[in-house]
């Protein structure tokens, strides 16, 4: 179609041009013209036959041109990069405690947590640092639009995070004056993690746990005795301490067939390994 589209336009141009060249020679020639212009007429009309029967017009080259859409930023839609994650185990933990306290001057959270799985310095503080921000774009507070102080605890026992003792491994904090948060790492119980239990004494690691909470709670019950006994005379309430503890190690040592000495060492290995502390008696 194309091509015959094309034929009739050049015959159509070519027999336009030859009869007007006819036409003006019988013009200065004063001969009739009346042929010629119906033959100049036979010729147009053809032109215009293949211009309409062509395909390719105006308007289709424009659709075949590729289109380009320009959107402005405001209609843009922001992707985030996809992040290829590896497989790994992951640290997982479990809200145990949350207080908060909401005054006009600082509204503040303190969330405990206890940490399971793969227990890593980076995990812990990936880990607090989530805890953190989810904290910290909380609302709803009477005094504060958020939180202005922040303290996050990460425990890996109930019995570490209820002894009262600052037992965490990892722990997060933002005071109200301070412009951001810092984390601590508890280096010395994180190394202890999958440690291989030994035994000493003839004792196994689990029994010497067991020891060392009787030691502790035996110092506790000495201290709140002698401070009953002797509330205002610092020098008797000491005296009277150290007596009770020395009485009561002594029956534990012969209670486990131990010697002071090693009593003593089970008391030092207890502190080196961050052993959880038994819960302080009211």
Known sequence: M??????????????????????I???????????????????????????????????????QKPITTTISPSEQKIQKPIVKQEKSATLKYTILDEDVYDAPVKTQVTLSVLVSGEISEAGLKNLLNQLYSSTKA?????????????????????????????QWIAMLQKAHAETKSTTNINERQLGQLGAEPEERFGLSEEKRKEIWKELILI???????????????????????????????????????LTPEQLEKISSEGLEKDWSFPRKSE
């Open 2 to 23: 194309e091509a015959l589209a094309i034929s009739l336009m050049s015959l159509g141009f070519l027999g336009f041009l030859v009869s007007i060249i006819v036409l």
């Open 219 to 257: 110092e506790d019950r000495a201290m709140k005795e002698a401070e009953k006994q002797y509330p205002k005379e610092w020098e008797k309430e000491i005296e009277m301490q150290r007596r009770l503890i020395d009485e009561n190690e002594n029956k534990l040592a012969e209670k486990y067939e």
């Open 25 to 63: 020679v019988q013009a200065i020639r004063k001969k009739k013209k009346k042929p010629w212009l119906l033959t100049v007429a036979a010729f147009f009309i053809l032109i215009i036959v293949g211009g309409v029967i062509s395909p390719t017009t105006e308007k289709d080259v424009e659709k």
């Open 138 to 166: 909380r609302k709803g507070f009477k005094y504060h639009d958020s939180p202005t102080s922040i303290y996050i605890y990460a425990y890996t026992s109930k019995e570490r995070a209820e002894s009262g003792m600052a």
